[in-house]
């Protein structure tokens, strides 16, 4: 089992950085992929972004591609979303999870999560 804690939003302008770290306890955090979602007012759960217990493989949603960079010190236990030229609509409250097995897109596939960092990016 593993426990995350998310960290690092806030409120920034438009075209600023922001970059949100995930805390993980537990003994086998290299064993799980991590992904990144948020949820926006009123909208449904969206994935972002995901990467691999190794590091070598990520995965990015279009909205975000070339924006935001997904990256993990597994010493640490620590995975991080590193967010450029953010963007009004990417407000949301954002949250990480982990799962074991391959990468996935789907928030259904991911057995632990997060209670979620803030972030608010005004125009």
């Known amino acids: 089992q593993v426990e995350l804690v998310e960290s690092g939003g806030g409120l920034v302008q438009a075209g600023g950085s922001l970059r949100l770290s995930c805390a993980a306890s537990g003994r086998t955090f290299t064993v799980y992929n991590m992904g990144w979602f948020r949820q926006a007012p009123g909208k449904e759960r969206e994935f972002v972004s995901a990467i691999s217990w190794n590091g070598g493989a990520t995965y990015y949603a279009d909205f975000v591609k070339g924006r935001f960079t997904i990256s993990r010190d597994n010493a640490k236990k620590t995975v991080y979303l590193q967010m450029n030229a953010l963007k009004p609509e990417d407000t949301a409250l954002y949250y990480c999870?982990?799962?074991?097995?391959?990468?996935?897109?789907?928030?259904?596939?991911?057995?632990?999560w997060g209670q979620g960092t803030q972030v608010t990016v005004s125009s």
């Open positions: 999870a982990a799962r074991p097995g391959s990468l996935s897109s789907s928030r259904y596939a991911y057995d632990y």
